[in-house]
């Protein structure tokens, strides 16, 4: 994935409220991914996770380590 691709997405998300709010709601990177892909962004969880700690278009990625990131998974 080009870098330009995430810059573009994020850009579209500064520009969208109800999109931030959204991605408040995403638990994690691949949730954020479809999101991005609904909108016809080829964007990975993976991607994402490339840009963490760095910021554009005013949005800084941040990823939070906590536990049960995986609901389910160890039932």
Known sequence: ????ELLRFL???RADQALQQRLNDALTADEV??????LGYRLS?????RFNGQ???GIRITRIDHPGEYPGRYY
């Open 33 to 38: 991914s479809l999101l991005a892909q609904e």
């Open 1 to 4: 994935m080009p870098q330009s």
């Open 45 to 49: 969880g993976s991607d994402i996770l």
């Open 55 to 57: 910021s554009a278009s």
């Open 11 to 13: 850009a579209h998300v």
